[in-house]
C-alpha cells in the first residue's frame, strides 16, 4: 500500500510538472503573450471604471432617508391663526392707552438747573475758610455771570496761569479752584476751604496805591529806543486775527495756548516781559507783525515788568480800539500795531 501510494504521487507531481512546462511553453510564444496582455488591459480598464463609477457615487448627495414619510409629531404647536383672525381688535381701547401722547396735550417741560445747583453748592463756603498757606499768590480774577464763577490769574514759583472753577492748581495734593470771588478766591485743599486773597497788604499792594504804573507816562512819551515801527492796522487779515484772539482771551483763555506760547523772562530774579513763540499757524504769527523769539515788554503803554500790570491790561484790552506792542528782537527795539476795529480797517 505505500509503495502503491507514493506511485501514485510521483505520476501526479510528474503530470502537473509537464502540464505547467506546456503551460509555460505556450505563453512563450508570442501570439498567445499578445492576447494575455489583451485580456490583463481589458481587466485593468474594467477595474478602473468600476472605481471611477464608485467615486462619483459618493461626492454627489445622497435623498436623506433618515426622516420617513409617516413621522408623527410628539409635541405639535397649536395652531391659533383661525382663532385669532376671528377675534376682533378693539381699536377704541388701542386708542384710550395713548402709546404715543394724547393729542392736544401740553407737554411736559422739564427744567435741569444745573448751574443753580452748582451755585447752591459753592454758596457760603468762604465763611469757615482760614487764609492758605500754600505757594499760591492771586495776581488777578476775571468777573462772570455765574456767582462764584470766573477765571483767576494764579502765581506759583514765578509762573503764572489762568484758572477757571474746579481746575487743579500747580500744588502738591489735591487742591481746585472751588469759587471766584470779586476780590479773593476759594480753594478746595483736599476737601477743606481755603482762602486765597487778591493784593494782600505786601509790597504788591502798596504799588499799586502808591506809585504810579510808568506806562502811563510812555503814552504821551514817545520813546527814543524804538527804531523801527511795524504798522498792521491798515491789514484786514490781521485785524480779523487780533479780533479773533482777544475774542478768545476773554472767552476761552486756556484756547490761546494753541496759537500762541508765552513764557515768562526774568534777569536777576526782575521780569522783562514775556517770550512769545507761534503755535500750530506760524503763518498768522507772522502775518501779525510778530516773529518766533520776541519779547513783549509793553501793551498800550502798560509795561509788563510788573505782575500787578496783568489786570489793569486785561481791563483795557477789553474795549481797545488797537494794540501797540513794544517788543525787543535780537536787541532791537520795535513797536507793533494791530488794529482790534474792523470798521475802521476796512
Partial sequence: MPAEWLSN??????????ALERVLHGLAQPTRVRRLRQILLALFALWAVLTLSRLIWALLPAADSSVA??????????????????????????????????AGAEAE???????????????????DARE??????????????????????????????????????????QVVLAKVMPAQVVLDNGGTYELLVLFEESDLGTQLTSRPVPAVKRKT???????????????????????????????NPQSLAEVVSVSAVREGG??????????????????????????????????????????????????????VFELERKNKKLSVSVSLDKGAAQ
Wanted: proline share 4%; glycine share 6%; hydrophobic share 40%.
Fill in 270 to 323: 526782575e521780569l522783562l516781559g514775556y517770550r512769545i513763540s507761534p503755535g500750530k499757524d506760524a503763518g498768522q504769527f507772522e502775518q501779525l507783525g510778530f516773529k518766533p523769539g520776541d519779547l513783549v515788554t509793553g501793551i498800550n503803554g502798560i509795561t509788563l515788568n510788573d505782575p500787578a500790570n496783568t489786570m489793569r491790561l486785561y481791563q483795557a484790552m477789553r474795549s481797545a480800539s488797537e494794540a
Fill in 221 to 251: 512819551t514817545p520813546n527814543p529806543a524804538v527804531t523801527e515801527r511795524v504798522d498792521k492796522r491798515a491789514d484786514a487779515h490781521a485785524t480779523a486775527l487780533a479780533q479773533s484772539y482777544r475774542d478768545r482771551l476773554y472767552q
Fill in 69 to 102: 414619510a409617516d413621522t408623527v409629531v410628539l409635541n405639535p404647536l397649536p395652531s391659533r391663526a383661525a382663532t385669532a383672525s376671528a377675534d376682533s381688535i378693539d381699536i377704541d381701547r388701542l386708542r384710550a392707552w395713548h402709546l404715543f401722547g394724547e
Fill in 9 to 18: 504521487s510521483s505520476d501526479v507531481s510528474a503530470r502537473v510538472s509537464n
Fill in 132 to 173: 492758605t498757606r500754600l505757594d499760591l499768590k492771586l495776581r488777578g480774577i476775571v468777573a462772570s455771570t455765574e456767582d462764584g464763577l470766573g477765571y483767576a490769574i494764579i502765581e506759583h514759583k514765578s509762573r503764572q496761569a489762568v484758572y477757571a472753577v474746579e481746575d487743579k492748581l500747580p500744588v502738591s495734593g
Fill in 109 to 127: 417741560v422739564v427744567v435741569i438747573e444745573e448751574a443753580a445747583t452748582a451755585a447752591t453748592v459753592r454758596d457760603g463756603i468762604e465763611k
